[in-house]
Each structure stands twice: as C-alpha cells, then as structure tokens.
C-alpha cells in the first residue's frame, strides 16, 4: 500500500511528536526532512554541494538539533538549489510501498501534493518559544525572537514557503495536550485508510 501522510508546520509546534506516534500506531516509516536541512546547515561549505552529497553519517551528528542547527538549517533552504537537491529522496521516502509519515514545511505543497492525508500543525509563537525554551534553556526571549525570525524566513521564502496545503486539516495545539493532538491526527489518518480501502 502507498499511503503518505504529509505533516507541515512551523517549529516546535509539535510536528515531531505526532509524526512519530502516528508512524509507530499505523506501522508507517517516518521521516523528519527538517534533519536533511539542520544537516546541510551545519555541513558548511557549499550548501549545495552539501546538500547533493549528504550521507547517513551526516545524519547522524549529535548536535543537529541545536537552536544554532534550527538557524543554520532555515537560511539554506531559502537556496533553492539546496531544496531541489533533497527533494528526489524525499519523493521516494513518500511513495515507497508500506505507508510513510514526512514531516516538514511543504510536504503537503511540494514534496506530496498527492499526499493522502496532509496535516497542518500549529500553535502561538509564544507557546511554541516556551516549549523550545524548556527543551534548551537559556533566555525565553531569545529562544521566542529565534522563533520569530524562523518562521518569518521560512513563510517569506520564494521558493516552497511555509504553508498550509488548501487540503490540510489544521491542528492547533496551542491549548491541547500532546495526546490530545495525536489522537486528532490518529482520527484524520484512520478515516483516510477507511476512504482508501473501501
Ligand atoms: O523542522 P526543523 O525545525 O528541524 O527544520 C529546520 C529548518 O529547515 C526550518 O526552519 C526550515 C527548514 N525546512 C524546510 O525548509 N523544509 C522542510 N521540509 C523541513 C525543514
């Protein structure tokens, strides 16, 4: 069975959680693309080259995940050569046999727009800087200006802006419990299956 489900959305919004705990309920293969561009950001060098040569090692540093990686990370993928270098893996990814969850910032408009089931996750800048900031630690401020700054570039970019796809069920997790927003997701991916095998 091909089946992709498509989970955009801005950081710390809760993408990652519900990406996860839907691929394991529905035994789906996850994804998460923003690691491809944390991994080209650090990389330095050519971000292009970067980009067309990524390897699994690359993928697997300790230290992808840092507010320094998140920044790195958004400013190359404005480049639109960076972008068109990963989107090919990230096709195969979506439509490979045996169900797959990506999630990103237009993997419901650009990698999969043929995406079964295509989710928007969302919540407050504030209430997503407080959740990064908990993770991190540091200066609240700072970690919300950092937010701020990311979703600005990363909506106002040229090239497959941060959107919500027409198609998408918006999830605002702003007040929900993370379990909560799961189960929503859980709901949208079983009705689509139901659909699918009917
Ligand atoms: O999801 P994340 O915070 O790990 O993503 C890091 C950055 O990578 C994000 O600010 C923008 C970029 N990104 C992107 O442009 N497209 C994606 N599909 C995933 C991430």
């Not at 710390?12 to 839907?22: C, L, M």
């Not at 910032?105 to 089931?117: K, L, W």
């Not at 970690?143 to 027409?166: F, N, T, Y």
Request: aromatic share 4%; net charge neutral; proline share 3%.
């Amino acid at each position: 069975m091909i089946f992709t489900v498509a989970i955009d959305g801005p950081a710390a919004a809760g993408k990652g959680t519900i990406s996860q705990a839907v691929a394991e309920r529905f035994g789906f293969r996850h994804l998460d693309t923003g690691l491809l561009y944390r991994a080209v950001g650090v990389k330095g060098g050519d971000p292009a080259a970067a980009a067309r040569n990524l390897t699994a090692a690359d993928l697997d540093r300790g230290d992808l995940r840092t507010l320094e990686a998140g920044q790195a990370a958004s400013r190359v993928a404005a480049l639109p050569e960076v972008r068109e270098a990963l989107v090919s893996f990230q096709r195969r990814f979506a439509r490979s046999e045996g169900g797959a969850v990506l999630d990103g910032r237009d993997i419901g408009t650009v990698i999969c727009p043929e995406a079964e089931v295509k989710l928007y996750v969302t919540a407050s800048p504030e209430i997503r800087a407080h959740r990064r900031w908990l993770e991190v630690g540091g200066d609240e401020a700072r970690v919300l200006a950092e937010v701020k700054e990311r979703d600005a570039r990363d909506m106002g970019r040229a090239d497959a802006p941060l959107r919500a796809a027409v198609d998408a069920v918006t999830i605002d997790t702003s007040s929900m419990a993370i379990d909560e927003a799961v189960a929503v997701a859980c709901a949208v991916v079983v009705a689509r299956l139901g659909r699918a095998k009917a």
